[in-house]
């Protein structure tokens, strides 16, 4: 794995790990890895997860690493970034089908300690206020798993965010809805907004593991890693955090120029 594998820096900001992999096979064994190594120092972690389709391969192999005994999630506790609002978990695009179909129901984790907010709540708002309490009685996530949208979003935390927000209801932007459509059957049908973790409740994790592969990325990777933070790119707050992996593939770190192979 050698090779396929490097870790970027750009001499100052050690609090950052960037390692770039060779493809996304590489990226998501490497990705499976630090997460695993979580699990294992750690048994009853509390684990931040994230949908879409960059933390897939990640999922696959930490199924193979859990069948082969290689990592045990019967203690841990999840909690994920988001849900669409409105939408019925029962909805095969919901967030929480999402994580049933690609994640837990191959593992031995106990379904009732994981967590994805509920995008059908009558009260919302309140549902929001609960989810952020949920977490800190969980004693605060230790892990944070995240993809990364072509506009730098997290979550659904889209440009212009303010970082310190808890939970909250967002409107999703036109290319997000756009970009969301291939899973639907037509865009109308992409629900227009969302519950989200806000950046406050993904920056308190305790580490953050981002994931991003592909030329699509390329531009909001750079952006976050080579600006200032900056609330247009919702992912550059990330340069503030004192544990932080990035485990990209060669396209997304494709236009990097102050990050460079050690
Ligand atoms: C969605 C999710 C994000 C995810 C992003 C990128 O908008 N809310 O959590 O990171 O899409 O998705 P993908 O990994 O499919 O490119």
């Known amino acids: 794995m050698k090779t396929e594998v490097k870790l970027y820096t750009n001499g100052k900001d050690k609090n950052i790990r960037v390692y770039v992999c060779k493809d996304y096979e590489t990226l998501s064994k490497k990705a499976a890895t630090i997460f695993a190594s979580q699990v294992n120092l750690k048994p009853e972690s509390v684990l931040g997860l994230a949908t879409g389709s960059s933390p897939i391969g990640m999922y696959k192999e930490l199924i193979k690493m859990n069948k082969a005994g290689e990592v045990d999630f019967s203690k841990v506790s999840s909690f994920n970034l988001d849900e669409y609002y409105p939408l ?57 798993v995240l993809g990364i949208g072509g506009n730098g979003h997290i979550g659904f935390n889209e440009p212009d965010s303010t970082f310190v927000l808890p939970t909250h209801v967002v409107n999703l932007k036109e290319d997000t809805i756009k970009a969301n459509s291939r899973f639907f059957a037509t865009i109308d049908d992409v629900p227009k907004r969302a519950i989200s973790m806000g950046i406050g409740t993904i920056f308190a994790a305790r580490s953050i593991l981002l994931v991003a592969s592909g030329k699509g990325k390329a531009e909001a990777i750079k952006a976050t890693l080579e600006g200032n933070p900056d609330p247009m790119v919702p992912a550059s707050v990330l340069k503030l955090h004192s544990n932080v992996y990035f485990v990209i593939d060669e396209e997304a770190a494709s236009l990097l120029e102050e990050y460079k192979p050690e």
């Open 88 to 144: 019925e978990e029962t909805n095969e695009q919901s967030y929480r089908y999402f994580m049933n179909q690609n994640l837990f129901k191959d593992i031995n984790i106990d379904i009732s300690r994981t967590h994805v907010p509920n995008g059908n709540a009558a009260d919302i708002e309140k549902e929001a206020a609960d989810y952020d309490k949920a977490v800190a009685d969980a004693g605060g996530i230790d892990l944070q």
